[in-house]
């Protein structure tokens, strides 16, 4: 009788790990970034205004948004490699967390995303 493969062949503890935090970094480097940014433009270089630091958030936004989906789309992949192998319990959790997470960090990063189109950085 053979036991069925494991899921730690399929998908490695580094990969599963690091597509769980991603997204939570991306958030992260995306607060610390944003505000940094508004520091540097609206205090720093008062030339420069509203419109470069408006530009450079959206930058920022759309680069930490990108890397926080991909994040958790290898999340999800993990998670359906892991489904189909016997005794996951341990990377079936830690890969449908970490896409939980992602999903709250993506939307986590829009909502921080909505005062910079809705009021000027630099007031």
């Known amino acids: 009788m053979s036991s069925a493969p494991s899921y730690r062949h399929a998908v490695s503890n580094l990969r599963l790990w690091l597509s769980a935090f ?18 540097l433009y609206c205090y720093q270089f008062t030339r420069m205004g509203d419109a470069v630091a408006v530009w450079a958030l959206s930058a920022v936004t759309l680069l930490t948004l990108v890397a926080a989906f991909a ?53």
Request: net charge positive; with cysteine; hydrophobic share 60%.
């Open 22 to 39: 991603v997204p939570a970094l991306a958030w992260a480097l995306h607060l610390a970034v944003s505000y940094g940014l508004v520091e």
């Open 71 to 123: 994040g958790t789309l290898f999340c999800y992949w993990n998670r359906r490699i892991i489904l189909n192998r016997a005794g996951a319990h341990r990377g079936l959790f830690i890969a449908t967390s970490g896409a939980v997470l992602g999903v709250f960090m993506i939307a986590t990063i829009l909502m921080q995303t909505l005062p910079v189109i809705m009021v000027p950085p630099c007031i």
